[in-house]
Structures are given as structure tokens and as C-alpha cells.
């Protein structure tokens, strides 16, 4: 590692059926290194990329696309978890939600990758396997299913495809895995079919990422405008040899970005 500006970055020192793709109409491309990207790298979708594969797209809510902020809808479920929606009448007896979107993240704070780079240019990701994960307290009460998962994608190097995930609240279980996408630069939505949407007993629960190879690799966003709680967001990438996934906040130096994946996830009560 080295220190970059105060903090530190990560550098090179150290099967089931396929979901629908629809992409979020609030993501606007930016990647905030206009220019900066090797020839290798991509780094923004032109203006008429699209990760959809679905024209129908279901919305509800009162979230503001343009400045990501949330509206009379908007609820805290932990110290900083948002149910973006909340959908149906609630539990008659607990008074809870009956569907729910969670997420740590700012979409406009979803700029940089969270990789293993050849420093000094961020953007020039080192090709190896990234995993990540970001793990939430359903407001939903068990049993529910989680039904779709949200990403932002920053970066694309060499082609690279990943599968997202659903896991347990402990990272032991893998529930639900999605085919290998190949995805350009943007921030989007995986709807998980209804056979394979996992139905969780417990209320915690994590969606994650597995993505690139020896030949190729991928960076998903992170947002640094708020520190992760512990044992919430969670990294590890072959470049840096890091096996496994490790808690973002026991990293020495600082990462950077260091903050809450850029993941998201939709609930509902089963």
C-alpha cells in the first residue's frame, strides 16, 4: 500500500438461471476520472449504453433521481441503512413494512472503484478475482425474499464479467448466485426470478459480487462521503493478494475509497 492524499488505496504492493437487467434512469455516467482510463478501461457507458434486458420496470416511492434524496417515504432502519420504499399496507399486528429497498450508499458518491490498481492512476485496475459484499437488518421480518439487488458499476477492464449474489448475514452461505454477466460501466438492477429469489429465515443477510479473472477485472463503486459500521462492507481481490472477503474498516493503511459498497438490494415479506 501508500498513502494518497491522507488515505490509502490498494495497489499492486500488497449457477442459476440469469435475472433481468434493468438500469437505474438516476445513473448519469459519471465516473469522475474523465480522460484518465487506459485504453483498456472502461470508465463511463456512452449516452445510449443500456444493461437493460427488460422494458418493464416497477418504481414506487418518493426518491428524487435527480439529487438522490428521499421523500416522505423515507424511513431508517439502522445506523445507516434507508428503506428507500415502502410498499402495501403495513403488518396490521408489528406495524412492519411489507417490502422494503435497502442501501448504504449515495448514488452521486459512486464515483470511484473499489480495486486493486498500479498506482498513481486509479483507473488502471490490475486484472484478478474482486469479491465484495454489503450485508443489511431487513425491516422486512423473516421470512422474506430478497428480490432484486442494485449495483453501480464504475469500471471495466479487459472485458470482464462477474455474478452477483445473495449470501447469509455470516458470508458462509451463498443463496443465490446469478450467471456471469458481462455488464458495461453503469449503475443498474438485477431482478432475481421468483423460483430463485431466497426466502431468509434470519434478518440480516448480504448481496455481494464475484467478478474478473487472471486476464481481467472489474471495479464496482464505493462510496466514501460515510464510514461503514464494522462488519458491514466487506473486500478482497487476488491483485492484492487478499483471499476471501475482509471487513473495509481492518485495512492498515486506510482504503480508499473507504466507505459502503454500492450495492443495494429490494425485500419483501414471503
Known amino acids: 500500500m501508500?498513502?494518497?492524499?491522507?488515505?490509502?488505496?490498494?495497489l499492486?504492493?500488497?449457477?442459476?438461471?440469469?435475472?433481468?437487467?434493468?438500469?437505474?434512469?438516476?445513473?448519469?455516467?459519471?465516473?469522475?476520472?474523465?480522460?484518465?482510463?487506459?485504453a483498456a478501461v472502461t470508465t463511463g457507458p456512452g449516452p445510449s449504453t443500456s444493461t437493460?434486458?427488460?422494458?418493464?420496470?416497477?418504481?414506487?416511492?418518493?426518491?428524487?433521481?435527480?439529487?438522490?434524496?428521499?421523500?416522505?417515504?423515507?424511513?431508517?432502519t439502522g445506523t445507516t441503512t434507508i428503506t428507500l420504499t415502502t410498499t402495501g399496507a403495513p403488518d396490521t399486528t408489528t406495524g412492519a413494512p411489507l417490502t422494503a429497498e435497502l442501501s448504504h450508499y449515495d448514488r452521486t458518491a459512486c464515483v470511484e472503484p473499489l480495486w486493486c490498481y498500479a498506482p498513481p492512476?486509479?483507473?488502471?485496475?490490475?486484472?484478478?478475482?474482486?469479491?465484495?459484499?454489503e450485508c443489511f437488518d431487513s425491516p422486512v421480518p423473516p421470512p422474506y425474499r430478497v428480490r432484486r439487488i442494485d449495483y453501480t458499476l464504475v469500471a471495466?477492464?479487459?472485458?470482464?464479467?462477474?455474478?452477483?449474489?445473495?449470501?447469509?448475514?455470516?458470508?458462509?452461505?451463498?443463496?443465490?448466485?446469478?450467471?456471469?454477466?458481462?455488464?458495461?460501466?453503469?449503475?443498474?438492477?438485477?431482478?432475481?426470478?421468483?423460483?430463485?429469489?431466497?426466502?431468509?429465515a434470519e434478518p440480516r443477510?448480504?448481496?455481494?459480487?464475484?467478478?474478473?479473472?487472471?486476464?481481467?477485472?472489474?471495479?464496482?463503486?464505493?462510496?466514501?462521503?460515510?464510514?461503514?459500521?464494522?462488519?458491514?462492507?466487506?473486500?478482497?481481490?487476488?491483485?492484492?493478494?487478499e483471499p476471501g472477503l475482509r471487513d473495509v474498516n481492518l485495512f492498515v493503511p486506510e482504503i480508499d475509497p473507504h466507505g459502503a459498497w454500492c450495492l443495494g438490494a429490494e425485500v419483501a415479506v414471503e
Not at 2 to 10: F, P
Not at 17 to 38: K, R, V
Open 52 to 76: 437493460s434486458t427488460s422494458t418493464s420496470t416497477t418504481t414506487t416511492g418518493t426518491s428524487d433521481p435527480a439529487s438522490g434524496t428521499v421523500g416522505d417515504d423515507e424511513s431508517s
Open 205 to 241: 443477510f448480504c448481496v455481494g459480487f464475484v467478478g474478473g479473472d487472471m486476464n481481467s477485472t472489474i471495479g464496482i463503486g464505493a462510496d466514501p462521503s460515510a464510514l461503514p459500521p464494522d462488519q458491514q462492507s466487506y473486500f478482497g481481490s487476488d491483485a492484492c493478494d
Open 2 to 10: 501508500a498513502l494518497l492524499g491522507g488515505r490509502a488505496r490498494l
Open 156 to 200: 471495466v477492464r479487459d472485458q470482464a464479467h462477474l455474478r452477483f449474489q445473495v449470501l447469509s448475514g455470516d458470508l458462509q452461505q451463498v443463496l443465490y448466485k446469478s450467471e456471469s454477466l458481462g455488464l458495461p460501466v453503469s449503475s443498474g438492477s438485477l431482478q432475481i426470478p421468483a423460483a430463485l429469489q431466497p426466502v431468509l
Open 12 to 38: 499492486v504492493a500488497l449457477g442459476a438461471a440469469c435475472g433481468c437487467l434493468t438500469q437505474n434512469p438516476a445513473y448519469d455516467g459519471e465516473t469522475g476520472a474523465p480522460g484518465t482510463s487506459t
Open 121 to 133: 492512476n486509479i483507473w488502471s485496475g490490475l486484472d484478478g478475482e474482486v469479491r465484495g459484499a
